[in-house]
């Protein structure tokens, strides 16, 4: 079974500080996804990677970063909180589409949910 | 400029009755429909759909898409508490794009 792993289940951080939010995958996926989910505005995505140190923007970059050193290892980073970024966030992984004569399905980890006072 | 778009939003039912969910979509390069339940955590996945007219079934759970019309459905039959959830629609485009719609927020009651 593929085993998403997000380092924290509640993080409570203070308006201007630096989070790093952590999500590791034990399956050799290529593909790591970081969506934040809030009521009424479902899951959005908010960075993908396809590779090591490969990065793109999804549909809600600004105000995070990512980061990926290894292939198991996908990194959210909130370079200075904010309170608009109380939110669930969810990390999730799949497998190329290269490398699999199936489509992959996207396996999540338990989520975050952060609380920026 | 929604891209997927799921019906209802909410939905209270009894323990037994049948329901159905809607998911409609709208990409330019699909390669897959997937729905998962949400209770407290993470999604599970439940269904992945990539041909159109082909049911997937588990237990009391099946769906089908229909890639001319763009849309699936997912239906859950004899209703239980533990269905109590949101089921969500997901979208994959070429290139590992996932597009989720809103959910469905779904109350069985006793």
């Known amino acids: 079974d593929v085993k998403v792993t997000q380092s924290s289940r509640y993080l409570v951080k203070r308006t201007g500080e630096k989070v790093f939010l952590e999500c590791v995958q034990d399956m050799d996926h290529e593909n790591m996804f970081w969506y934040r989910q809030d009521p009424g505005l479902g899951l959005r995505l908010i960075y993908f990677s396809y590779d090591v140190k490969m990065k793109e923007k999804g549909d809600i970059p600004e105000g995070y970063s990512v980061s990926r050193e290894k292939k198991e290892r996908f990194s959210l980073i909130l370079e200075s909180a904010s309170t608009n970024q109380t939110s669930m966030y969810l990390c999730?992984?799949?497998?190329?589409?290269?490398?699999?004569?199936?489509?992959?399905?996207?396996?999540f980890g338990n989520g975050t949910r952060l609380t920026v006072t | 400029e929604d891209k997927v778009v799921q019906s209802p939003l909410s939905l209270v039912v009894h323990e037994g009755d049948t329901v159905t969910l809607n998911c409609s979509y709208e990409?330019?390069?699909?390669?897959?429909l997937l729905w998962y339940k949400q209770e407290k955590k993470a999604p599970t996945f439940l269904f992945m759909l990539t041909s159109s007219g082909i049911e997937k079934k588990s237990g009391r759970l099946s769906s089908i898409l229909d890639k001319k019309e763009l849309f699936s459905i997912l239906n859950i039959t004899a209703t239980q508490t533990g269905d109590s959830a949101v089921y969500l629609c997901?979208?994959?485009?070429?290139?590992?794009?996932?597009?989720f719609g809103t959910g469905t927020s779904l109350t069985v009651i006793p």
């Open positions: 990409v330019t390069n699909f390669r897959s």
């Open positions: 999730a992984s799949s497998l190329s589409p290269g490398r699999s004569s199936y489509n992959s399905p996207l396996h």
């Open positions: 997901a979208v994959e485009e070429g290139g590992n794009q996932f597009y």
